[in-house]
Nanobody, 120 residues
């Protein structure tokens, strides 16, 4: 069992920024961020593979969000800029020892979630 803990959510005005952090208890090849708004399915936001070897982003956040890792601490970050009200959701960090893709069901370990609320 890999422990995953995320933090950094909050409430911001549209156009503002937040930086989410996620710490895993051990190295995982795949680390990603997902979000879920009320009444909607959990959707991928960004994925980092192999400590920055490659990254994928949802089209809706490309150019605004950046995923990065602190290799020494098995920590992944999500820098969120130019936030929009539609970014409002519970954000979850996910980790897998192997490769996992955009489908949330393929990930093995999950954090508890951190709420992001963007007001207009």
């Amino acid at each position: 069992q890999v422990q995953v803990v995320e933090s950094g959510g909050g409430s911001v005005q549209a156009g503002g920024s937040l930086r989410l952090s996620c710490a895993a208890s051990e190295y995982c090849y795949s680390m990603g961020w997902f979000r879920q708004a009320p009444g909607k399915e959990r959707e991928v936001v960004a994925i980092d593979y192999g400590r920055g070897g490659s990254a994928k982003y949802a089209q809706s956040v490309t150019g605004r969000f950046t995923i990065s890792q602190d290799n020494a601490q098995n920590t992944v970050y999500l820098q969120m800029n130019s936030l929009k009200p539609e970014d409002t959701a519970m954000y979850y960090c996910a980790a897998s020892r192997g490769w996992s893709g955009t489908d949330h069901s393929g990930w093995n370990y999950w954090g508890q979630g951190t709420q992001v609320t963007v007001s207009s």
